[in-house]
Every structure is written in C-alpha cells, then in structure tokens.
C-alpha cells in the first residue's frame, strides 16, 4: 500500500506540470478566469476530460498478485485494476465550470476508462461520472452562496469523492473478494495522493486568478494615471493641439505603438509609428474608423488588411478603434495601433475600451463647463448646469487611493462618479426629468460622498411606490441632501442622521428631506428660499433657485416649506402638483425629451 504513494505522487507530476505548461496560455487563462459562454464551456469540458484520458493512460496497473508501472497504457486484462488520479481532473472540473462541465468532463473520462477493461472499468467509469456530476453542483452552490473555491473546500471534494469511487468498486465489482483486495491496496494511496494533487492545481488556477486581479489593479492604475494626465486637454475640447497632447500621453503610458484621435469629420492627431503618412490634418481614410464613427461600435482589426491602410509599407498590423461619445453621440474615435498582432491581447483591449469611456466622461464634462459659462447669467439654467469642481477632484482623489487598496470599490465609485455627472448634464437640457432619474443622481452622489467620509452620516429614503415616472425639476432633491450633509453636521463627532419621504398627500408630490444636525439660526429661517443667504461654504443660492423654479413651472402651485430650530435638526418639504388640472400635467409632454 505504502509502496504505492511514490508511484501515484509520479502520476499527479505528469497532470500538475502538463496543468502548469497550459496555465502559461493566455487562452487557457482567459478561459479559467471567464468561462462564460457555451464554447468556452465546451472547451473546460474537453480539457479536464482531457486530463482524465491522460490520467488513464499514464495509471498503473493493479494485477491480482503485482503491481506494474506502465508507461502507456493502452488496455487492461480482465482480472486487472487501475490506480489513476483520473477523478482529480473531473473534479477540478466540476468546481471550477459548474454541473455542465463537470459531468461533459466526467463522461469523457468515464468511457475512456470503460473502453480500456478491467474488472473494475464498470466501477470505476460509474464513479468518474458521479464525481463530475457531483463536484459540479458543490461548485455551483457555493459559488450561489458567495464562496470561493478555496483550497481546503477543493481537497475535502477530491478526497471525498475519490472514497465514493472505492465504495462503488466494493457495491458492483465482481468477485467481490479480487474487489476488496483491491480496495484495500489502492484506497489510501489514492485518498491521499489525489487530494494533494487537487490541491497542487488549485494552486494554479488560484496564482491565474490573482495575476489577473494584480494585472486589473495595475491597468486601473494606468486608467486613473491616463484620465488625470489627460483631463487638462479634454477641456480645451477636441482640437489639433489638445488631441496632440492626449495622444503622446496614451503612448507613454500604455503599450500601443501608435495613437490616433479624430472628430467626426478629421483626423485631429497620430503620434508614434506610421506617423509619416498618417498625418493630421485629413479625413478618416480606413473603412475601420468609418464603420465607428457612423455605427457608435468598437472595431478591431487583426491584420493589415483588415487595417486597410493605403501605404503598403505601413507597420502598423493591429488596431482598435473605440467611440467617443458626448449624450450619446459619437463626436469622434480613439484609434490605438499596435506594430503586432500579439500585443493587441485582452488586457491592452479592456484598458482600451475604459480609456474611451473615461475621455467620453471627460467630453461631457468638458461640454458641461461650456454650457456653464454660456448660461452663468440664467440663474435656473446655471445651477443646473453646475458641476461642482471640488466634488469632482475629491471625487477622484479617492477613487485613486481606492485604487490601492480596494480596485473593485474603486470601479464601483466611478461608475457612480460617472452616474452622477451624467446626470448633471441630463438635468442641463431637461426642465422636468423623471423621479426615478433624480433618485439615481442623488444615490450617486451619496456613495461618492460616504466614500470620503464614512462615519459623518447615514442616510435612509421611504419612497412611495409607482411614483418612478413622476416627472420633476432636476436638481430639486439634490441640493436639500446636498445641504443637509455640509451644513447640518459640519464639526460634529457623531454620526449624523438624514432621512428622505416621498409621496403623495392630497394630489401633490411631497418631498420632505430631514437631518438631526446643528439646525438653521432663527433669523435666517425666514430669509431661506425667498433670497441669496450668505454663508462660510457659499453663497446660499441653492433653495433658493430650486423655490424660482418651482413658481416659475408651477405657477405659484407648488410650494417649499423650511423648519428648523438650533440644535435640533432641519426639516423641508416641497409640493408639486399632481392633478390633470396643474400645470405640472399640462407641461409634462412638452418639457421632457427623455
């Protein structure tokens, strides 16, 4: 029995570096990482069934009085047995691909096994089968519950499916005595040597999970590095100049060997190789930029023809083209070539494609301060328009500390950071928006907020329901939380509460935003909403604005109540009609181009 350990760890050695030489793969790396669609779900089935033929045909032959080392194993007599880490290869994938792949790769292995002979091929084939069904469904369950496939989970799996396999030997192999004999040789050896060898490829495919993770926070990084750099040119628009700037830092920080950006009519900038045809200054020649600018899709193409320059001793032989996009729009591309195709893998593909999102944030923002500046002397359409610019760097100084230490709160954040711009610029060409579309604006800008700091509040909402569609004023609930955050708990130690109600009372909307904070001074209370109040943080214009526009939609019809007293909190309710009779029902078709 013990004689047999060196042998099965010799076994596990051929499956473990033949796992190994795969995992230096970017496809088969690629693959165990996503696993997402049935091909790649047919290829993990082929694979770990793969890895149960080798086991068969690298196993060791259990004759009734002798054991026998073959190197290849091509059949079995009738009274032989076999000694095998086939199970390992169809549990791990079973764990890793869920029931489908686990009993795709449990057939293949199993008829494999039976097809070779034996008296245990029944047995053994039987077990291999319920060992991927089985391990396929522990692996989708915990993966249901939000566990990972940890190494402990891993082994315990293996170990305990390869004692099955004995058990199912001992039940229907005949004679039952050879059965037992059997057993009793190979249990331990194979228990034990499997559940090593299940834990010596977890530890491969865990070490390509972590390099992903460790490639993601490095490509964040480049990402946040790439936006902060780039910002600066992003607001003087896309001209000649600034797409020139922008251009020479995405080569810097990134491994294309040339970068292009066009608008929707020139090429605006090309800096790197090819640069001696590919000049500025001229119209998008290549039917790949075309295809972008018109279809608003990503485009890649892998070879010089699909490149379709017209210079034939251009080195450029890879590229991806991504949109540009202002409220939906395509105003131009981003065009990143490479002089390989094999440079143009995932990674550079997915940096790509957030680089574009992140400068088509950037084009929006850029068009926001215009507007800004064009409507500073329309008090309502400027505090819709505003984009808070210390907000904004605050925002982004902590996504890139986020980016350090917690890459996937630090995505999160600027999804959020994203959401709530978007909604600023919807809000600038929008008199009335849907409910829902405020809610989200505000969610935003609350987590962002929450970011920074953690402790000073919490904040819940009561929301009546099928009140989504309900159209209002952007900006009006924004700015009341917006206030209740910075001016109800400026210096206190304790966590601030702040509580939002939205419903509807006797045919009116009825928003009412309430904080336990340090409260308003009486003789300001009457001045709040009716005219500019001077502050420390500013000069007070937000309530306000939001009461002129109210009684410039409503015509006098919705109204803004302030309650407050020092020390014991604010509370403020706003109105807006609902009846088909108002003016809010009157207007709503006309004002809002969602």
């Not at 060791?60 to 076999?82: F, G, K, M, S, Y």
């Not at 891993?154 to 192999?173: K, P």
């Not at 159209?471 to 939380?481: E, N």
């Not at 007070?540 to 015509?555: D, Q, V």
Request: glycine share 8%; hydrophobic share 45%.
């Amino acid at each position: 029995m013990i004689n047999l350990v060196p042998i099965m760890l010799e076994k596990v050695g051929i499956i473990v570096i033949v796992a190994f030489l795969l995992s230096q793969m970017k496809s088969f790396r690629q693959i165990v990482q996503y696993q997402n669609n049935p091909n790649e779900k047919l290829i993990l089935i082929m694979l770990f069934g793969g890895f149960g033929i080798l086991s068969n045909y690298t196993g060791i032959v259990i004759h009734p009085d002798t054991i026998e080392r073959a190197a290849w194993l091509a059949e079995l007599e009738a009274d032989n047995a076999l000694a095998n880490t086939r199970v390992m290869g169809t549990v791990i994938g079973g764990l890793l691909g869920g029931p489908l792949v686990g009993l795709g790769a449990g057939l293949i292995a199993g008829i494999h096994r039976y097809s070779l002979g034996g008296f245990t091929a029944f047995s053994c084939s039987l077990s291999t089968i319920l060992a991927g069904m089985i391990s396929g469904y522990l692996g989708y369950k915990r993966k249901k519950q939000g566990k990972k496939i940890d190494t402990p989970f891993a082994v315990f799996v293996g170990m305990f499916l390869e004692a099955v396999q004995m058990l199912i030997i001992l039940l229907t192999a005949k004679p039952f005595e050879q059965a037992w004999n059997v057993v009793e040789l190979i249990a331990f050896p194979m228990i034990l040597v499997n559940g090593f060898g299940m834990m010596l490829f977890l530890f491969i495919i865990q070490f390509i999970k972590r390099d992903e993770e460790r490639t993601r926070a490095s490509q964040t990084n480049r990402a946040f590095l790439i936006a902060d750099q780039t910002l600066p040119f992003f607001r003087q628009g896309l001209n000649i100049h600034s797409c020139t700037e922008i251009a020479e830092i995405i080569l810097k920080l990134t491994d294309s060997d040339a970068v292009a950006i066009t608008d929707d009519k020139l090429v605006l900038a090309h800096v790197g190789k090819a640069s001696d045809h590919h000049i500025p200054g001229g119209k998008p020649e290549t039917d790949l930029t075309r295809r972008v600018l018109e279809g608003g899709k990503i485009s890649i193409a892998r070879s010089k023809r699909e490149i379709a320059c017209l210079h034939d001793e251009c080195p450029l032989e890879a590229a991806i083209v991504l949109p540009l996009k202002v409220k939906g729009k395509t105003v131009g591309t981003l065009k990143m070539y490479y002089a390989s195709q094999e440079k143009l893998d995932q990674v550079e593909q997915q940096l790509a494609e957030g680089l574009a999102n992140l400068f088509s944030t950037q084009l929006e923002l850029a068009q926001a301060e215009k507007q800004a500046e064009l409507l500073k002397d329309a008090e309502i359409k400027a505090l819709q328009a505003q984009v808070h610019p210390h907000f904004l760097f605050n925002s982004i100084n902590t996504i890139s500390a986020l980016c350090r230490t917690d890459v996937n709160k630090a995505r999160k954040l600027l999804l959020e950071l994203s959401s709530f711009f978007r909604g600023n610029l919807q809000g600038a060409r929008q008199m009335l928006i849907p409910l829902e579309k405020e809610l989200e604006n505000v969610k935003a800008y609350i987590a962002l907020e929450q970011s920074r700091f953690p402790n000073k509040f919490m904040i819940d909402f009561s929301v009546e329901p099928n009140l989504e569609t309900v159209l209002l004023p952007p900006f009006t609930l924004q700015p009341l939380v917006e206030n209740a955050i910075h001016y109800g708990f400026p210096r206190s130690k304790k966590e601030g509460h702040i509580s939002v109600q939205i419903k509807t009372v006797d045919g009116q909307l009825q928003i009412m935003v309430s904080d336990d904070g340090q409260g308003v001074p009486k003789e300001k209370i009457e001045l709040l909403g009716k005219q500019v109040v001077k502050s420390k943080k500013g000069n007070g214009t937000a309530l306000f604005n939001i009461s002129e526009r109210l009684n410039g939609i409503y015509s006098g019809q919705a109204s803004m109540q302030i309650k407050s007293q020092a020390g014991d909190g604010t509370t403020i309710m706003i109105s807006i009609p609902l009846d088909e009779k108002g003016v809010f029902e009157k207007n709503a078709e006309s004002l809002y181009c969602g």
